[in-house]
């Protein structure tokens, strides 16, 4: 194989923040374990519903790259027989974990294993949160699909809008949802979305003390150059804030300055509807 993988295309530069996101979303969660066996002259392929952001094998001899032009697939291969078991850890850009126990086997059948067609993971719960990570997703996926009932309060420069559409509650966790439309010919490409809570009155020439905020859940669809635009939905354990701070988010662009932001303040917040 040409190149053993374990960075790759999904976010490269800027990525370290919603991907810390999403790693500790999975603290303190135990994942079920796929078994995936594999020869020394067949070549296994995996593909997964969403491209592969990270993937880190156990031993060396558990050879893996991606397919050029496909980074959804993940081709694996042994790179000595008769090895003892190992592990390879792959998580999607989605945040997705998928975890596989790899053995040793003279035959196999070398067809490609849609991962797709499989559960990805157990419900994974957090602590202190009623709700578990499926619940959320699927919430999330409704919230996604809500028409806006906020309105006021959006960025609008440098040809990019940022709104704030709704905001819902279920049980202990709360889910905004934003649009960001591209009004211009070039392409924005989010690196990094961050979360935050910042006072309002804070003195001028200060170090900004900001609250970063982790969400459970960041879902994302469509695209800022599409029609209706892409829309983000993130899902936090409840909280509120006083009348002199904001919620807050910041979308960086890669490769680019255009890092668009919204705040929401307390009577925003307070509209909150339920799910």
């Not at 053995?103 to 949160?129: C, E, L, N, W």
């Not at 949802?177 to 809570?197: G, S």
Request: glycine share 6%.
């Amino acid at each position: 194989m040409k190149h053993l993988l374990f960075v790759f295309i999904c976010f490269l530069v800027g990525m370290h923040s919603t991907e810390a996101q999403q790693d500790h979303a999975m603290d303190n969660a135990q994942l079920p374990t796929f078994p995936l066996d594999i020869t020394w002259h067949k070549t296994s392929l995996l593909i997964f519903p969403q491209p592969i952001r990270h993937a880190d094998r156990g031993d060396a001899y558990v050879l893996a790259e991606t397919v050029k032009d496909a980074d959804n697939i993940l081709k694996v291969k042994a790179g000595k027989k008769n090895f003892e078991e190992s592990n390879l850890q792959v998580v999607t850009c989605d945040g997705k974990v998928y975890s596989f126990t790899v053995s040793y086997r003279d035959h196999i059948s070398g067809k490609p294993i849609d991962m797709g067609r499989a559960v990805p993971y157990a419900p994974v719960t957090f602590p202190g949160i009623s709700l578990n990570s499926k619940q959320i997703e699927d919430l999330s996926r409704k919230v996604a699909q809500s028409y806006a009932f906020l309105h006021g309060g959006m960025f609008h420069r440098y040809g990019i809008r940022l709104e704030t559409q709704g905001i819902y509650v279920r049980d202990d966790v709360l889910f905004f949802q934003f649009r960001i439309k591209n009004e211009t010919n070039i392409p924005f490409e989010p690196a990094t979305i961050r979360f935050y809570i910042r006072d309002r009155k804070r003195a001028k020439r200060t170090a900004v003390q900001d609250t970063e905020v982790t969400a459970l859940k960041v879902l994302q669809t469509g695209s800022p150059e599409s029609d209706k635009g892409k829309t983000i939905v993130a899902a936090f354990p409840r909280f509120t804030i006083a009348e002199n701070k904001y919620f807050g988010i910041e979308i960086i662009e890669k490769q680019g300055d255009r890092n668009p932001t919204n705040r929401i303040k307390q009577k925003k917040l307070l509209k909150a509807r339920g799910l």
